[in-house]
């Protein structure tokens, strides 16, 4: 389980500065005008900008709500500030742990464990499934609807066009995939077994015991597990209510996008663009390539894909930059803060619990 206080090191550092050099000379490479990036940064409407940095914390509480949703539907008692805490903690977490696609959702099982313990682990790994599947979805009809938007405007490059019927079939195979593993419960417990027969053969007999224990947890939280999705199953409103609230997050996220246009002072960036390039982006930033901060690919990625689409190389980068600053750094710090409140927080109320024992 991931550790509650992740450490940045030296290595972290390093993996940090190979993904902003690696940017900057893609920058390079791609000649764009570094004196032009920095006037026009200079000239950023800044009144749009601060808007575009508040709707951040809209974002992320519309997707904190829409998970919520789905954990309270499981009788998981937790309220909906801490639902929206964790959710900070867990993003941060995905940007300090080289392994975005499940560090912070990892995260996530471990605060709500640590505070009512094994016996909701099932429901509570449900529940992040759940809402890891209708994101993929509300992810897949967005780059459907950009790119049928692009279409209507003009015709697509086939670059984008191909990528993104490669990122669409992709994401469906992984929603398919996942949801047979929801729906097939000997699949998944053959895996789990398969799974601890691997470290039966490396440990060689060493760790039988502690290895028939997890054998036996992973069972019993698979089993709960598969209960808890019979009862989505059971519940459409709860499911719809969620997707309805994860729409709006990631609209909410879309809009920051084309505000940071706006503020720039660039008008001819259609939805379509948005929608497309950061479909395709955050996609490609799921995979866990293993550099820290999310730096260098997805900034690459999406100056690449702007460009491809028309939108001059200079406003394409600077639009990146200041687009990752508030969807990554601006996360980052918002992150590292509540982190640490959240563990300060726990730290004093078991300290009280203790002493209330000793009393």
């Excluded at 920058?27 to 709707?55: C, G, H, T, W």
């Amino acid at each position: 389980m991931i550790s509650a206080k992740p450490k940045i090191t030296w290595k972290t550092l390093l993996m940090l500065l190979v993904g902003v050099v690696a940017f900057i000379l893609y920058l390079f490479i791609l000649r764009v005008d570094i004196p032009e990036i920095i006037a026009k940064i200079q000239r950023v409407n800044m009144p749009l900008y601060l808007l575009a940095a508040s709707l951040i914390f809209v974002e992320m509480f519309l997707y904190s709500m829409a998970w919520h949703t789905l954990l309270s539907s499981l009788s998981v008692k937790l309220s909906a500030l801490k639902s929206y805490l964790y959710v900070w903690y867990g993003n941060f977490i995905d940007i300090i742990i080289p392994a975005e696609s499940i560090s912070g959702e990892i995260s996530r099982i471990y605060l709500i464990t640590r505070e009512h313990g094994n016996s909701v682990s099932g429901k509570v790994v449900a529940s992040l499934v759940a809402h890891r599947l209708i994101s993929m979805s509300v992810g897949a009809a967005t780059i459907v609807a950009g790119t049928i938007m692009l279409l209507t405007e003009k015709s697509v490059d086939p670059l984008v066009f191909n990528l993104s019927i490669f990122v669409t079939a992709a994401t469906i195979f992984f929603i398919i995939l996942l949801a047979i593993l929801c729906i097939k419960i000997s699949w998944t417990l053959k895996i789990i077994g398969s799974l601890i027969k691997v470290f039966e053969l490396i440990g060689g007999g060493r760790w039988e015991r502690k290895l028939e224990k997890a054998k036996e947890d992973a069972f019993n939280i698979v089993r709960i597990f598969h209960d808890s999705i019979k009862e989505y199953a059971r519940a459409p409103r709860v499911v719809v209510t969620s997707i309805f609230l994860s729409a709006f997050s990631w609209l909410s996220y879309l809009t920051i996008c084309y505000i940071v246009f706006l503020a720039m002072g660039f008008r001819e960036t259609s939805l379509g663009i948005i929608f497309v390039t950061q479909s395709i982006t955050t996609a490609i930033k799921s995979i866990p390539i293993g550099v820290p901060f999310e730096v260098g690919l997805p900034e690459i990625t999406m100056t690449t894909l702007y460009v491809v689409l028309g939108i001059p190389s200079d406003v394409s980068a600077t639009a990146t930059f200041l687009t990752r600053i508030l969807s990554l750094w601006l996360k980052f710090f918002a992150g590292f803060l509540i982190q640490q409140w959240v563990e300060i927080s726990a730290i004093k109320a078991s300290l009280k619990a203790a002493k209330a024992d000793k009393g």
